[in-house]
């Protein structure tokens, strides 16, 4: 939002904005910037729409129009549903009769729908294009965790490929990284758990050209438009293919030649199961809540202890329950039982997060142009719907962290039984295929369907996605046809068959029909974590701690009536019983907290700090 505001104010337009990390002086003077009519463009975080006073304040000048940048933000469907955008539709009647324009570069067709339902936009028009990037070669590496590291200095090793950015699955991997590749690049790390000055200090230092790579965790990237960003390289499967096309859409944007990297194995599969099952609780635990929620409100943690539910994962189920309008709370945490009909709702977006990584995996397994497909998962109907040219399914020759092979006789042998039987199909799965062709297993499901990309890569045939239905849901799977060029090819055609090199860095995944932790792994629940790190303290100490809590939860108190919201959104009961104990008196000691981050630091980072202090 700082961005766009100061870009404005380059161009000469009276421009202002406000957000949490504006103190409440000028606020006021934007505010009567505005209603005097000397502001062009007024930029405000959806957040601020909750603050007593503010949407009246809005309403005596009417806006001329309403923009809402990031709205896939405003869908349960979205990949990064935030529940205040959520709430804007309530608030645009009294700005109206401004029209009212929802932006994002993420939004499938689902989404677009749901965006302008919440907004309450009858008969939008839809405007979708430009979702290709024709200077974006992407490739799909599948790769073990342990190799990736060596397999991303080996493509950034070359200067050609930097600037570049690296996503890391967590805090601890970025730096990791980063502290990995000092020696050989100018690079730094970025994460959510670095004080507010180094982010910036790093940021600056990227975009000025002074730092050759940036190895991130998502909290990087959003509102960055540097122009010359060479390669971008994911070093674990993202959660969504909105959230990857969002990321590697910071390649190329000078228009030149840049690559996408992504490196993954089945055992990311494992890890988005690890964190969707914290975020989404079995909805018997939601039922069995619910139905010892009553008519008048009871405090929040004496039904936690009548129901004997861990603090942490009670907070979670009362957190969707209340989303999800089947639970009410007041700014104390008093909670009451609220609508009948939550259910359907929450399972329904639990399926869909689900989905969002079936479709990741599908795409990163898929057999056909890497572009194309992201620009049919977007809906993008202005599109040409032809090969890219340059992804490791339509040009193996310019992959650079994928190595080709020539065929084996065994797999030409495959290709030809693979001709012969389809000339009399018109269609087929590749399970029920292989069942056919391979009976006896002579060659492995997974071999086989190497073969198959390898003749899509021929243009020998070509895959489709399709569903059927069991037990009321559609499960997935693909199928095959032949092209002309494979109904024409026999044993005298020659063929451009090649395969990918499984030793340079391809590695073979083991398929599983279960998911779980590894065999032997220890259980790690958040309760044996924090007996882990739990400081030994004295006395006088936990009297301190017990004073500091008492405070926060005060604050908290306060907090959470002036903004009308329930109190754990302001601070969760973990969040605000981790800082009792570890009194932290800076940012970086703040963000080192479970369940903070930058949001919580900037809004309330100053009031924690102050409180901490006054009675240590």
Avoid at 169 to 197: C, I, M, N
Avoid at 211 to 236: N, Q
Avoid at 384 to 394: I, K, Q, R, Y
Wanted: with cysteine; aromatic share 8%.
């Amino acid at each position: 939002m700082d961005d766009q505001v100061h870009k404005l104010k380059e161009r000469g337009f009276a421009v202002e904005c406000i957000h949490s990390g504006r103190d409440r002086e000028t606020s006021r003077r934007v505010c009567s910037e505005y209603l005097g009519g000397r502001l062009q463009f007024l930029f405000i975080a959806p957040e601020r729409l909750r603050v007593a006073g503010f949407p009246e304040m809005l309403a005596k000048r009417k806006p001329s129009l309403i923009a809402i940048d990031e709205a896939h933000c405003i869908s349960q469907w979205g990949h990064d549903f935030r529940p205040d955008y959520r709430m804007l539709g309530q608030y645009l009647p009294s700005l109206r009769p401004a029209p009212v324009l929802a932006l994002t570069a993420t939004a499938t067709p689902l989404v677009q729908n749901d965006i302008a339902t919440q907004l309450g936009l009858t008969e939008p028009t839809h405007f979708i294009h430009g979702f290709r990037r024709e200077n974006i070669g992407i490739e799909i590496v599948e790769a073990l965790p342990s190799q990736r590291p060596s397999l991303a200095r080996e493509i950034l090793i070359e200067a050609k490929h930097r600037p570049a950015i690296v996503y890391a699955p967590t805090r601890k991997q970025a730096d990791s990284l980063a502290e990995e590749w000092a020696g050989e690049f100018r690079v730094a790390s970025y994460h959510a758990g670095l004080d507010a000055e180094k982010r910036s200090r790093v940021q600056e230092e990227f975009m000025a050209g002074k730092l050759d790579v940036m190895v991130a965790t998502t909290a990087f990237g959003m509102g960055i438009d540097k122009a010359d960003v060479r390669t971008v390289i994911h070093t674990a499967l993202p959660g969504s293919l909105e959230g990857y096309y969002q990321e590697i859409g910071r390649a190329g944007r000078d228009g030149n030649p840049s690559r996408a990297i992504l490196m993954h194995s089945y055992g990311d599969r494992h890890t988005h199961d690890f964190f969707f099952n914290q975020d989404y609780p079995d909805v018997s635990l939601l039922d069995r809540v619910y139905a010892n929620l009553h008519a008048e409100p009871q405090p929040k943690e004496e039904l936690r202890k009548t129901l004997a539910i861990e603090a942490e994962l009670f907070d979670k189920i009362i957190e969707k329950l209340w989303i999800h309008k089947g639970a009410m709370l007041d700014f104390t945490e008093n909670v009451s039982r609220g609508e009948g009909l939550w259910r359907d709702s929450y399972k329904q977006q639990g399926e869909q997060k689900r989905a969002q990584i079936d479709q990741m995996i599908r795409f990163a397994e898929s057999n056909q142009c890497r572009m194309m497909s992201l620009v049919r998962h977007f809906g993008d109907r202005s599109d040409s719907a032809t090969g890219c040219g340059t992804c490791d399914f339509c040009a193996p020759a310019k992959c650079v962290a994928l190595r080709f092979r020539t065929a084996m006789e065994l797999e030409r042998a495959a290709l030809y039984r693979v001709l012969s039987a389809m000339q009399s199909i018109r269609t087929r799965s590749t399970g029920k295929l292989y069942a056919e062709l391979y009976p006896g297993k002579e060659i492995s499901r997974d071999n086989f369907e190497e073969i198959l990309g390898a003749m899509a890569r021929a243009e020998l045939l070509s895959f489709a996605d399709a569903v059927f239905e069991k037990d009321g849901k559609q499960i997935p799977y693909r199928s095959v046809s032949l092209t002309a060029s494979g109904r024409a090819a026999n044993q005298a055609t020659p063929v451009l068959f090649v395969m990918k090199d499984a030793g340079h860095p391809v590695f073979k995944r083991k398929r599983s029909k279960k998911s779980g932790k590894p065999k032997g792994s220890p259980r790690v629940t958040a309760r044996t974590r924090s007996a882990k790190t739990q400081p030994v303290v004295s006395a006088s100490g936990v009297e301190q701690q017990v004073r500091v809590e008492q405070a926060l939860r005060t604050w908290r108190l306060s907090e959470a009536k002036r903004r009308k919201v329930p109190a754990f959104r302001i601070l969760s009961d973990r969040a605000l019983k981790s800082i009792a104990v570890s009194f932290p008196k800076n940012e970086t000691e703040l963000l080192a907290v479970p369940g903070i981050g930058t949001g919580t630091v900037k809004k309330y980072g100053t009031h924690i700090f102050r409180l901490v202090a006054a009675i240590r």
